[in-house]
């Protein structure tokens, strides 16, 4: 395996488990940090989203944090209300991640591919989940 991949060190960042394994670590220390830190409070080191900052607009992503949080905490309704998209396409988030972390587990690159057509439909919804939840 190390003729593959070249030196010891460098074999095991180029291992195909390397990047969803590194993805997996940060996400449960950011949820470890997120479970007991309240973002419907103010005052916690936790990321403003650019858009909103910029613009003043919700991004189709803007309350995912608190939304996280909430499902954390059992408060399915308010993650509901935090973000209802984002609630609805997590587990398909999450299944590409444990997809991507199987490949590689079994020594394989994974890369899943949109055709132009979902592609498309991922912006238009994105675009318009956008324009709704900024009406109200």
Do not use: I, K
Request: glycine residues 10%.
């Amino acid at each position: 395996m190390a003729a593959e991949y070249g030196s010891a060190p460098e074999s095991v960042l180029r291992h195909p488990a390397t990047a969803p394994l590194a993805v997996f670590v940060a996400g449960a220390a950011g949820a470890g940090y997120l479970y007991g830190t309240d973002p419907h409070e103010p005052g916690h080191l936790l990321p403003q989203c650019p858009f909103r900052l910029v613009t003043g607009l919700l991004c189709p992503a803007c309350g995912g944090t608190r939304m996280v949080y909430d499902l954390m905490h059992g408060h399915f309704s308010a993650a509901w209300h935090d973000n209802r998209l984002l609630l609805l396409a997590s587990p398909f988030a999450l299944a590409l991640l444990a997809r991507w972390g199987f490949e590689g587990l079994r020594g394989r690159r994974w890369r899943p591919e949109l055709r132009r057509s979902a592609q498309a439909l991922v912006l238009v919804v994105a675009v318009a989940w956008t324009v709704v939840r900024n009406l109200h």
